[in-house]
């Protein structure tokens, strides 16, 4: 099934085609085909005269071959969207085909960008005006889209901070915060990657003179979103280094807590090993072997020779 859309009054209105008969009839501004199959690439080509690349949405494509321009006048863009759903964010390849005055877009699954753009084109009179329009309003919405996912990361490091950088912090909150950050440096990546991706594609447009005067002045204005973007990614990567580090630290922190004990058991333990290694010696000139008192007071000594250190330790706050 392929998804047309035309232009009436100013607004973008959508269409289900099931058939070539269908398609027929229908003079659309933007042909969006969502996992299309092979006989829906036939109905492109027989209809509009456009194929469709079998390795429209490949990620391996040469850079090259990502922004170029046919001989018959087609123009091919391939670009990234982010698709932050929450659990796995991820970069979804898109391959845009300008031809004739018709966009068509070729992706693998439905993209929040996409959603964003059809519902405000409905709502929005002469919001689009042509296929050139589509696609650049596409991009402006994925740099929105982009800036409210960074507005979603400065709201869940927050959230990490006041667990961290808090007075104690145990061994599963350090690992549980760990795993945020992680999280949301993964997400801070993709979007950065993505707004740089979305920058080079309105840059070959406004390159290959395409646009009219409003439309320049609007991927100028696209491009001027996108730099504010980069700066607030910085900005992020720094935080997240920071409660990174300082959560490793909280962590160092607590296993040297741990190995201070074994050690404070450990010397405190030398001296009554020391005394039951002297007295467990067989001498028969030892003066203690006979003095009734001397299991007793080999005793005492142990426990004397365990507290002082102890006491010492605590004395010098070692054991806090």
Known sequence: ???????????????EIESLDELAHVQPVWVDLEEPTPEEKGWIAQHF????????????????????????????????????DGETPRNVRVAFILFKGVLFSV????????????????????????????????????????????????????AV???????????QTAGEALAAI???EDLNGR??????????????MMRARMLNAEQFEEARQI??????????????FDKINFLMNATVGFININQNKIIKIFSVASVALLPPTLIASIYGMNFKGMPELDWSLGYP?????????????FLYFRNKGWLR
Do not use: C
């Open 1 to 15: 099934m392929l998804n047309v859309f035309t232009l009436a009054n100013g607004r973008l209105f959508q269409e």
């Open 49 to 84: 005269g456009v194929t469709i690349p079998e390795d429209a949405v490949d990620d391996d494509l040469e850079e090259s071959a990502r922004f170029y321009e046919e001989d018959s006048g087609e123009l091919h863009i391939r670009s990234d969207f982010l698709i932050d």
């Open 107 to 158: 992706h693998t699954e439905d993209l929040p960008v996409f959603r964003l753009l059809r519902l405000r084109a409905r709502r929005i009179p002469a919001l689009i005006e042509d296929a050139k329009d589509v696609l650049l309003k596409l991009y402006d919405a994925d740099a929105e889209y982009s800036a409210d996912a960074l507005e979603g990361i400065y709201d869940s490091l927050e």
């Open 161 to 171: 901070s006041n667990r961290v950088l808090k007075s104690d912090v145990n061994d």
């Open 182 to 184: 992680a999280r949301e």
């Open 191 to 204: 979007i950065r990657r993505n707004v740089m991706d979305t920058r080079r594609a309105v840059s070959f």
């Open 223 to 236: 491009l001027r979103d996108i730099d504010s973007l980069d700066s607030h990614t910085t900005f992020l």
């Open 297 to 309: 007071y080999a005793l005492g000594l142990m426990v004397a020779s365990v507290a002082a250190p």
